[in-house]
Every structure is written in C-alpha cells, then in structure tokens.
T-cell receptor, first 112, second 117 residues
Framework: QKEVEQNSGPLSVPEGAIASLNCTYS??????FFWYRQYSGKSPELIMS????GDKEDGRFTAQLNKASQYVSLLIRDSQPSDSATYLC????????????FGKGTRLSVIA | GAGVSQSPSNKVTEKGKDVELRCDPI?????LYWYRQSLGQGLEFLIY????????KSGLPSDRFSAERTGGSVSTLTIQRTQQEDSAVYLC???????????????FGDGTRLSIL
C-alpha cells in the first residue's frame, strides 16, 4: 500500500511568518513530487513540482526533497492571509504519465 | 487560456439512477485522469487514460463505474445505479505526455459535485 502522510492541521501562523508544511511517503521508489493548494470548495491548483533531492524555489515558495529520509516539504515565506488553504502533497511511483497518490492535506491558516 | 473543463458543475440525482460526467482536457494533453474527493477525505484515483486507452483502471470502486475517451480528447465517466456512497466531487485532470522519467504535472478542472438522494 503506497501511502502519503501529512499532518491534517490546522497549522496557524501569523502574517509575514514562514509556514512549513511536511509530507512523508512510504515507497522509496517514488519518482515525482508535487504540492497543490486547494481553497475550500475549489479544485486543487498546482504550486510546485520537484523531482530531485534538494531545494527548489519559486517566488515565496520553496519545495525541499530528501529521498533518503522519504520526506518532502513546502516552505511559504512572508505568509499572507490569502495563503490560507489546504495544501496537498502528491507523489507518483512510476516514471511517465501515472496517477498521483495524494496525502489528505494540511490546512493552513494565516492570521492577520 | 482554456483549462480543464468539466460538466455539469453540480448534479443531484436519486439513488438508482445513472449519471454521466464529462471532462474536456487542456488542448494537446494526451493523459487524462479521474479522481474523486469525498467530504473530508483525500483525493482518490479512479482511472487514467493515455490517448483513448486506459492503462490503469485499478481505482474504479465497482463495476457500476465505467469511463471512456474518444478522439484522444473528451472523456465521460458513467456511474450506473448510483448509491448514496457515490456522493463526492469528481475531479478530472490532464497532463502532457511524459518526455523522460519525470512525470508531467497534472492540472485539474473545477470538478462535478455529485449528490445522491
């Protein structure tokens, strides 16, 4: 059973702080890793993709991947109230076009 | 630009009826995926198409569920003899063909919210 685990939260951070979201996965052979943001009642929106160990930065977002420890994280710098949403970690286990295995998401609340 | 389009956005039907959900992927995206999300639950994979063929149907919960894709574009997900446990948001995603070992990101439509009375 391939599993992706996330703390359900809510994770509350003050406006302007760094929000740190974590995700662990069960299969060491995992290939690709994605972070999606989902606002209440809306569909998931892709934020970041990461494929190799290390950090990947895009604006206020940084994804970090550590395959040896089987975790992937998302840092949000200068958090804004508009960042309040559920963040979904998704993993694929085979190369090529394959389905995503999702965690249940972490709810982030940024307090103004 | 045009994203993944799903219809209807909402569907309310009586238990035992058949429903058909439609997904129109992003132009040029060869891979198409169906997921569903129940209240308070994560996204659950249903079926995946590469072109018109479905290499992976492992997520379909029962033989009441079927899907097809024609012309490498539009896909329909059909649920026969609906049950109350079928109530969920059905999400469709599409992606480009993978060029190497990395997986192409999937982009989601707005979903169909299905309610079975």
């Amino acid at each position: 059973q391939k599993e992706v685990e996330q703390n359900s939260g809510p994770l509350s951070v003050p406006e302007g702080a760094i929000a740190s979201l974590n995700c662990t996965y069960s299969d060491r052979g995992s290939q690709s890793f994605f972070w999606y943001r989902q606002y209440s009642g809306k569909s998931p929106e892709l934020i970041m993709s990461i494929y190799s160990n290390g950090d990947k930065e895009d604006g206020r977002f940084t994804a970090q991947l550590n395959k040896a420890s089987q975790y992937v994280s998302l840092l949000i710098r200068d958090s804004q109230p508009s960042d309040s949403a559920t963040y979904l970690c998704a993993v694929t286990y085979i190369s090529g076009n394959t389905p995503l295995v999702f965690g249940k998401g972490t709810r982030l609340s940024v307090i103004a | 630009g045009a994203g993944v389009s799903q219809s209807p956005s909402n569907k309310v039907t009586e238990k035992g009826k058949d429903v058909e959900l439609r997904c129109d992927p992003i132009s040029g995206h060869t891979a198409l995926y169906w997921y569903r999300q129940s209240l308070g639950q994560g996204l659950e994979f249903l079926i995946y198409f590469q072109g018109n063929s479905a290499p992976d149907k492992s997520g379909l919960p029962s033989d009441r569920f079927s899907a097809e894709r024609t012309g490498g574009s539009v896909s329909t997900l059909t649920i026969q003899r609906t049950q109350q446990e079928d109530s969920a948001v059905y999400l469709c995603a599409s992606s480009l063909t993978a060029r190497d070992s990395s997986n192409q990101p999937q982009h989601f439509g707005d979903g169909t919210r299905l309610s079975i009375l």
